[in-house]
């Protein structure tokens, strides 16, 4: 049988009401056990500014810094272990280094599949049903986006936003089936094959880009309207400056979205 939201009692937008946010994990790798992966100073600055922003969104924010692929996977199981019922969602970020579809932890590479999959539905069922946010800031190969010259009147990036009406009002509690891998979302800086990047001083372009959209419009736009503006900023407002092959070199982010309702972080 299938089920219409618009037709049936199932909300449309997710249940943001819970008497807490969440968990919010950060993993800043700053260091790493190969000495052909540099240091990233931006990685602190972008850790702080994400930090504040998620605080901001009334998540519990913890920062694990410079973590073997082993403690990662140990803070994971432990975590989705936990009871998440009285939660909203969880988030959980990477700021690393990486390379195609893997990333670096201290010592190794993994995928996001060795992370997400501690969360679905059969493994963490009290976050059943509710969002589960990764976002990760990396670098995903070597390719340079050189960009384009292009033309506008300037309706695609001034036009007025408009706030999504909500949709409000009590349900009866309605048992149905979803698929273990619904209500995922995964973030990415980049693109499959290019660099990230980042201002030693300021941070990412992503980071810097979704911190802004956060603090501005976290609690007035669902959450793949703020990405969208997210990938508007990172690919319009920033270019690289160097006097080498890497001058006036563009990026653009990305998220694959499992969502099934609307994901709007409403003001506790």
Known sequence: ???????????????????????????NNQHFDD????????????C????????????????????????????????????????????????????????????RLFNIEMVWSHFTGDKCPTLAGKPKIFVIQSNRGSKLDHGMLTQTDGNCISQKRRRLDEIDGNEDYIKYKIPVHSDFLVAYSTIIGFESWADSVKGSWFIQSLCRELKD?????????????????????FESENSNKYHRKKQISCFNSMLTRILLFRDK
């Open 48 to 107: 702080e500014n994400l930090k504040v922003a998620l605080t901001n969104l009334n998540f519990k924010v913890t920062v694990h810094s410079n973590c073997t692929f082993k403690e990662i996977q140990n803070i994971l199981v432990k975590v989705a272990g936990k009871d998440h019922s009285d939660c909203d969602c969880i988030w959980i970020t990477f700021i690393t280094q990486g390379k195609n579809d893997h990333f670096f932890a201290k010592d």
């Open 35 to 46: 000495p052909s992966l540099k240091k990233r100073p931006a990685s602190n600055v972008d």
């Open 217 to 237: 419009y976290g609690t007035t736009y669902d959450l793949l309207k703020l990405l969208t503006f997210v990938n508007q900023k990172v690919a319009i407002d």
């Open 1 to 27: 049988m299938e089920l219409n939201p618009r037709d049936s009692k199932i909300k449309t937008h997710y249940n943001m009401t819970h008497k807490k946010r969440g968990r919010a994990l950060i993993f």
